[in-house]
């Protein structure tokens, strides 16, 4: 049977095509609203009457911002107005008041009769759009204070699961492939757009913290993949943060109002554009820490407890598929204060977003799905379920420790309430399911063994029968480890380790390496090519590194012939985007002498410093963040300016013991000490 044909005839008047709440009309009121008018007004055969009662609708009620005082002046002048808008109520004990937000013409206390709120819960619990009736009541005032609207009648526009059972019943009539793809057409997608059932899964994980209670996920990739299309546009109980200052007031409690902030008072909430967030107050981030552990957080004396899951979600640059190599970690891309190993290690979840195609007209479904604020209803009770138990029927192997196998079991739980809801699965369906809740925490982990390496050591969650599938970006980062790998045990001919500073807004925030490989390539004339580069200034250290050994190679004891017969091609196969100015031509000048000459590079050796056309290391900055840098990678023997000697100082006594530093001032002694040369040519 079509599929289109089984949603409308399993889910009724729950059913709605997609396609019409994309119109322009519906561009000022959210998705789920627009879903509910038109599955109450608009006959899919003959839609076109419906649709333009729906315009007459919102036209004449929902005027949008900036009408404000348009709508007062009718109230006023009227008596009466009725509005669309979100209303919201907040319950004042010691008034005995039921107090309504009305956004649209900015007011905050207009009251509302008790029995609304008694009727529709919602307005209590995050808000509910709908049509509010105003009446002007200029004569009530409260301790010498007139409040002049009240809302006395409200007909929500938000469609209820009063009952899961019939949506169980429903889930029962469709096989797996075919209700993956009622979710997908639920919140907008073509399922037949996408290029498999990995890529379905991957972008169903966006709605596992609308299951999942106190889930904490985060998703990173290219721009315009929909990262926030998805969950801003399905359910009233999200809220996004765009950008701004997260203080603990907003997102807590504010001590002086004393309201509960939005991680008390909203189910899911989501951090766009994480990048552009600012979390200024270290107090904060402790309390973000606590809360994303235990669901608890604590303000002034007062402790709370919370449901609600975080999501941050950003943007990465990406090259062939992948996350752009020059990144340090995937985690740099979030603010400095939330780059907090301990921080980061309370998140379950990373979905790779670099997999996930971008929003195309394509990729937008013009098929039947379920209402979007049924669907978030519908998912508001599965909250109440679970499902963690199922991770018991798994073998988990012994890397997982209580953290790894509590953010397992939740992305699991979640994965089958949005699947078999019913709770209806095989093995092999829990294997499926598990296998990638398992992926998106070690994904996770493998971050933060690059960023925090003493601490957090390589090691793969499996469990007995898991699919054995490797994602690109794991093999990715196993291709880096490999050769850190290498580059520690064997003295390799140019291959070199070069150290950066990464700078952001003017200020070192860290270090990192870069690897540097350089051949000798035979040619009829000798010189340089350079590849790989970032910026000017490193192709000019390059050039200045080669320009001295050319020039002085009998000195250094390299024979002319090679100079003349040789192109010396330098690449760079890693390097961070981020990083201080000239820092590397000690770097390319071992390399380019060990390219020519066959001479090895040290194990576990790496360098930094610049080189003058005389010969001479320069000091540079960053020291004792590069010296980090090169112990986090397994790196023993760090090369030094001799000018930079001071800076050890502010290096950790316990890193000191454990690395041999060499410090030099000028090139013949870098080349001495860095390479393994004949006995002959280092004397």
């Known amino acids: 049977m079509n599929l289109d044909k089984k949603v409308r005839e399993v889910f009724g008047p729950l059913a709605v095509q997609k396609k019409l709440s994309r119109g322009e009309l519906f561009q000022k009121i959210p998705r789920y609203v627009t879903e509910f008018l038109l599955a109450k007004y608009v006959d899919p055969d003959e839609p076109e009457p419906g649709l333009a009662k729906i315009k007459k609708l919102v036209e004449d009620h929902y005027p949008g911002y900036g009408q404000a ?26 008034a005995e008041v039921y107090w309504a937000r009305i956004p649209t013409i900015g007011e905050n206390k207009a009251r509302i009769r008790r029995e609304i709120p008694e009727k529709y819960p919602g307005l209590m619990a995050g808000g509910m759009w709908g049509m509010a009736q105003l009446r002007y009541t200029p004569e009530f005032e409260l301790k010498g204070t007139t409040y002049p609207i009240e809302i006395v009648a409200f007909e929500p526009f938000q469609a209820k699961a009063v009952s899961l059972d019939p949506y169980l019943e429903a889930r029962r009539q469709f096989s797996s492939e075919e209700w993956i793809d009622v979710m997908l057409r639920s919140v907008g997608y073509e399922p037949s757009a996408l290029p498999n059932r990995r890529v379905k899964l991957l972008i169903l994980a966006r709605l596992l913290p609308l299951v999942e209670k106190n889930l904490n996920l985060i998703e990173l990739g290219p721009r315009q993949t929909g990262k926030t299309f998805l969950l801003r ?7 996004i943060v765009s950008g701004g200052k997260a203080t603990p007031a907003n997102l807590f409690f504010n001590l002086a109002t004393k309201k509960l902030g939005i991680i008390g008072s909203r189910k899911v909430v989501f951090f766009d554009e994480i990048a552009h967030t600012e979390f200024d107050d270290a107090a904060t981030i402790s309390i973000f820490k606590d809360y994303m552990e235990s669901g608890q957080f604590s303000r002034g004396a007062k402790k709370f407890t919370s449901d609600a899951s975080i999501v941050f979600a950003g943007n990465l640059d990406v090259y062939d598929n992948l996350p752009d190599p020059s990144y340090p970690h995937l985690f740099d891309v979030l603010p400095l204060e939330l780059q907090d190993v301990a921080f980061l290690d309370r998140i379950h979840g990373f979905i790779p977003g670099w997999e996930i195609p971008k929003i195309r007209s394509g990729l937008l479904t013009d098929g039947y799905g379920l209402l979007s604020d049924y669907l978030a209803d519908v998912f508001n009770h599965l909250r109440e379920r679970t499902f963690q138990d199922a991770i018991r029927r798994l073998e988990l192997n012994e890397a997982f420790t209580q953290r790894d ?35 998106l925490r070690q994904r996770v982990h493998n971050q933060l ?23 690109a970006d794991f093999e990715q980062l196993e291709k880096i480890q490999h050769h850190d790998d290498r580059a520690n045990r064997e003295d390799l001919v140019g291959e070199i380790t070069g150290l950066v500073a990464l700078v952001k807004k003017g200020k070192i925030v860290g270090g ?5 490989e350089a051949s000798a390539i035979p040619a009829k004339r000798g010189g340089l090519r350079v590849t790989g580069m970032h910026g000017m200034e490193l192709s000019h250290s390059a050039e200045t590194a080669y320009a001295y050994v050319r020039d002085n190679a009998g000195e250094l004891g390299i024979p002319k012939e090679l100079i003349q017969s040789k192109l010396v091609h330098v690449h760079l196969v890693k390097i961070a985007r981020y990083r201080e100015g000239p820092s590397a031509g000690l770097t390319f000048l071992l390399a380019i002498i060990s390219a020519l ?31 980090m840098a090169a112990f986090r990678r397994g790196r023993k023997l760090i090369m030094l300016p001799k000018d930079n000697e001071s800076d050890l100082k502010k290096v950790p006594q316990e890193v000191l013991d454990q690395v041999k530093i060499i410090l030099v001032d000028n090139a013949r002694d870098a080349m001495m000490a860095g390479l393994k040369m004949p006995a002959q040519n280092a004397s």
């Open 69 to 94: 005082q348009v709508i007062k002046h009718r109230l006023m002048s009227q008596g009466s107005y009725v509005l669309l808008d979100e209303i919201e109520v907040e319950v004042d004990l010691r």
């Open 233 to 239: 546009n399905i359910s009233p109980h999200v809220f």
């Open 405 to 439: 196998e509590r953010a397992v079991a939740r992305m699991t739980s979640g994965f089958i309430k949005l699947l078999y809801p019913h709770g209806d699965f095989n093995d092999e369906e829990l294997a499926e399911v598990a296998s990638l809740a398992v992926e």
């Open 449 to 471: 063994t690059i960023m925090a390496p003493g601490e957090f050591r390589p090691k793969r969650l499996a469990f007995g029968g898991m699919p054995n599938y490797k994602p």
């Open 512 to 516: 990192d390496v870069m690897l540097v």
């Open 597 to 627: 000459t066959g001479w090895p590079v040290r194990a576990g050796l790496a360098v930094t410093g610049e080189v003058s056309l005389h010969g001479k290391v320069i000091k540079v900055g960053g020291v004792p963040e590069k010296v």
